[in-house]
């Protein structure tokens, strides 16, 4: 990275690095250090032992893994066919995309209330799961519709001339080449639906069907906040996606890269 660069370039570089680090982890360690205070490790304990923190969980994982389906599926379909089919209306669909990313997600709560209830799922895991998925899907389409761009016209007409339809050519040859930008929409989706507040607040009003991130308001109260015991909550929430970045790291990098040079 820095050896065609001269010796105050390489410096001055290295230490920007070390302070990006440096902001990064320093809000971690922080998280980390306050979760420890007081009883130690025991608050650890007293989250999962004072709350309903395994339903939460299995609410949260039902959730994020359906969301997640349902985003990468879509978007992929929904790309190759504005990326590769082209048919009328294309290019007024990507700028409605655009349109969807430009839109806050706070600003579509009331509409998106109103359309759960007129479907009747309020108080279902699908009135999360459609409109999480509903926010994250002009995301997914745009990268995945970048990345199938980049790919040779040549795989999809050589798949043609050897007798392939566009279904199986979307299965068979588009789906495994998209690998890296999948993992890139699976990781960002995943994370997203994996830290919602605010939409099963609001749409979900059985306790048992909440997810992990109404676990801290379990140790705050109009007079009492414990601190460390929501910290300590918030390591455990955030494992998850940790352990997913990890297993989709190579992949992910080759997705961020493949997505941002065509």
């Known amino acids: 990275m820095f050896s065609h660069q001269s010796l105050p370039a390489r410096v001055i ?61 879509t978007a992929t379909m929904a790309a190759f066919a504005t990326s590769v089919l082209r048919p009328r209306g294309a290019g007024i669909a990507q700028l409605l995309l655009i349109a969807g990313l430009a839109l806050p997600a706070i600003a579509l709560v009331v509409p998106l209330f109103y359309a759960v209830q007129s479907l009747g799922l309020l108080n279902t ?41 566009d279904r199986q050519y979307f299965w068979r040859v588009l789906l495994p080449m998209c690998r890296p ?32 991130t109404q676990v801290p308001t379990y140790f705050q109260s109009q007079r009492l906040v414990d601190t460390p015991k929501i910290f300590a909550a918030n390591v455990l929430i955030s494992l998850p996606v940790v ?15 493949a997505g941002a040079i065509k």
Not at 46 to 59: C, D, I, K, S
Not at 132 to 155: D, K, M, Q, T
Not at 187 to 194: E, G, N, Y
């Open 125 to 165: 895991y699908w009135a999360v799961i459609i409109p999480l998925a509903a926010i994250s899907l002009p995301f997914g389409v745009l990268v995945a519709s970048n990345y199938i761009r980049s790919l040779p016209v040549e795989v999809y007409e050589a798949a043609k001339v050897d007798g392939a339809t």
């Open 13 to 73: 570089s290295q230490v920007f690095l070390l302070i990006a680090v440096g902001v990064l982890v320093l809000p971690l360690g922080m998280i980390l250090f306050v979760s420890m205070q007081g009883e130690g490790p025991v608050n650890y304990l007293r989250v999962l032992e004072g709350t309903p923190f395994v339903r939460f969980f299995v609410n949260s994982a039902i959730v994020s893994v359906s969301t997640v389906v349902l985003v990468t599926l």
């Open 181 to 212: 930008i999948l993992a890139v929409v699976v990781i960002f989706t995943f994370l997203s639906a994996w830290n919602e507040y605010l939409l099963p607040l609001i749409f979900i009003q059985n306790t048992d069907m909440q997810v992990l």
């Open 243 to 257: 352990v997913l970045y990890i297993a989709l790291q190579r992949t992910f990098q080759r997705g961020l890269s």
